[in-house]
């Protein structure tokens, strides 16, 4: 059983059974503690992107089983979920999820975030229970998704961002 505890203001600690992982790591299937920097899966969809606006073939993550984390690529090159509202129809989909929050610094650890979904109705129409996101050294994010609540919803990807960020 993973259950989490808060660490600070923002950052999250998972636990594995008895054990406790120490700031910054996750709880794997096999109840051992990992840096999910060192072990995520690379997610290079391009439709993802947020300059996207084809709705031509709509994606939709409610469908999609997350299993770990996972670090954003468009193109080959390490981007990030956007922080910001996104327009309606873009990023492959009619809703397009964003983070609803900043992003971390390495020194937080890991932390949760909610994310939400733009419709005609606003930016934050639709509401996604909270993914979690750690800053990795390198200069990228991973992010640990959830299943989204709705079609057609799916996560965003764009913004390159700073080394200065982290």
């Given at each position: 059983?993973?259950s989490l505890s808060p660490v600070a203001d923002s950052s999250v600690l998972f636990s594995c059974g008895a054990q406790q992982c120490p700031a910054g790591q996750?709880?794997?299937?096999?109840?051992?503690?990992?840096?999910?920097?060192?072990?995520?899966?690379?997610?290079?969809?391009?439709w993802r992107s947020t300059n996207n606006t084809d709705q031509s073939n709509l994606h939709c993550d409610q469908n999609l089983q997350w299993q770990g984390w996972?670090?954003?690529?468009?193109?080959?090159?390490?981007?990030?979920?956007?922080?910001?509202?996104?327009?309606?129809?873009?990023?492959?989909?009619?809703?397009?999820?964003?983070?609803?929050?900043?992003?971390?610094?390495?020194?937080?650890?890991?932390?949760?975030?909610?994310?939400?979904?733009?419709?005609?109705?606003?930016?934050?129409?639709?509401?996604?229970?909270?993914?979690?996101?750690?800053?990795?050294?390198?200069?990228?994010?991973?992010?640990?998704?959830?299943?989204?609540?709705?079609?057609?919803?799916?996560?965003?990807?764009?913004?390159?961002?700073?080394?200065?960020?982290?």
């Amino acid at each position: 059983m993973i259950s989490l505890s808060p660490v600070a203001d923002s950052s999250v600690l998972f636990s594995c059974g008895a054990q406790q992982c120490p700031a910054g790591q996750d709880c794997s299937s096999a109840n051992t503690c990992y840096d999910p920097c060192q072990s995520y899966t690379s997610l290079n969809d391009s439709w993802r992107s947020t300059n996207n606006t084809d709705q031509s073939n709509l994606h939709c993550d409610q469908n999609l089983q997350w299993q770990g984390w996972y670090r954003m690529f468009l193109e080959g090159t390490s981007v990030r979920m956007p922080d910001y509202c996104v327009p309606i129809q873009r990023c492959g989909t009619h809703a397009p999820m964003w983070i609803d929050g900043t992003h971390p610094s390495i020194q937080d650890k890991v932390v949760q975030r909610g994310v939400c979904g733009s419709w005609t109705s606003g930016c934050c129409t639709f509401r996604s229970n909270p993914i979690h996101i750690k800053a990795c050294p390198g200069n990228y994010y991973v992010y640990k998704f959830v299943t989204s609540n709705n079609c057609f919803l799916a996560y965003c990807a764009g913004n390159s961002f700073p080394s200065t960020h982290l």
